[in-house]
């Protein structure tokens, strides 16, 4: 991607969550392609060995693992299964996710609970697994995130907040482990996935065509290489041509004063300092 030639990511252990359909196994594609050894993750043990069977008949390695995110030990369960099959772990991406959507007045305990599992606690833990096994060697950690985790969605309450979550989490980790040699980094991938059916059904509209997810795949690669090695606490998001590096939180307008009054505060804010809700083409496109 910066002009140096197709990534070689030579014997690369690597553990991708969620890997038996859209993202992740476009992902795990991916990542065998350029020389990593996969280990291919979903809750459907014919799935996940169906995937592994078509990475090996293209030439590639890979061994699969079926075990949800949610269950208590997965995160070691698969981190111990990349040991075990190819010696380490070298990166772990957290793709493992599901959508619950509803309005919030109509979303059950449930519905919001299951959806943060999945999302945020299953990357935590899947996360905490791989900074155990990569602290003497270094390594790096890929969250996947989302638009809706960056600018809301409406319908996602449960889903925004776990991504968002997800972002916060990735900040954390590189602060505590960037000095250790391990480099977290998120992304907020866009591409056609069952996640995203809602718009194709016509429930909601969407004035952007979402690209297929081999598209995005390429950013995946290039972030386990050693290009990417300076990278880290970052938030990216790809579309397959629209690659954005998000910035950190930081005031759009900070006003210092002292005894602070109903005026000073109607004098501060005032309707223009107020920020747009979807900064980029995905969420404005959504009808």
Not at 41 to 52: E, K, Q, Y
Not at 246 to 268: I, L
Request: negative net charge; hydrophobic residues 45%; proline residues 4%.
């Amino acid at each position: 991607m910066n002009g140096a030639g197709p990534v070689d990511l030579a014997g690369l252990p690597v553990v991708v969550t969620g890997s038996t359909r859209g993202l992740g196994r476009a992902f795990a594609h991916a990542l065998a392609a350029a020389g990593a050894r996969v280990v291919v993750n979903g809750t459907d043990p014919d799935r996940t060995a169906a995937v592994v069977e078509e990475i090996t008949t293209e030439g590639g390695t890979a061994v699969g693992h079926a075990v949800s995110v949610t269950a208590a030990g997965a995160g070691d369960a698969l981190v111990g299964a990349c040991a075990a099959a190819f010696g380490s772990v070298g990166m772990v991406v957290t793709n493992a996710g599901t959508t619950r959507d509803r309005s919030l007045a109509r979303m059950t305990d449930a519905e919001f609970d299951e959806v943060v599992a999945v999302h945020l606690r299953g990357t935590w833990d899947c996360s905490r697994a791989a900074v155990r096994a990569m602290r003497g060697t270094g390594g790096a950690v890929l969250h996947v995130t989302s638009g809706s985790g960056l600018f809301g969605t409406a319908g996602q309450t449960n889903y925004a907040a776990a991504k968002a979550g997800v972002v916060g989490l990735t900040r954390a980790m590189d602060l505590e482990l960037h000095r250790h040699g391990i480099r977290v980094n998120a992304l907020a991938p866009v591409a056609a996935t069952g996640m995203t059916e809602v718009f194709a059904t016509g429930a909601v509209a969407h004035a952007l065509t979402f690209p297929p997810p081999e598209a995005v795949a390429p950013v995946v690669v290039f972030l386990a290489s050693a290009q990417a090695a300076h990278l880290h606490g970052q938030v990216l998001s790809f579309d397959g041509t629209q690659l954005s590096v998000w910035t950190h939180p930081a005031p759009a307008t900070t006003e210092e004063r002292t005894g602070w009054s109903a005026a000073d505060f109607a004098a501060v804010l005032t309707d223009d300092v107020q920020q747009p809700r979807h900064p980029d083409r995905w969420g404005t496109g959504i009808r």
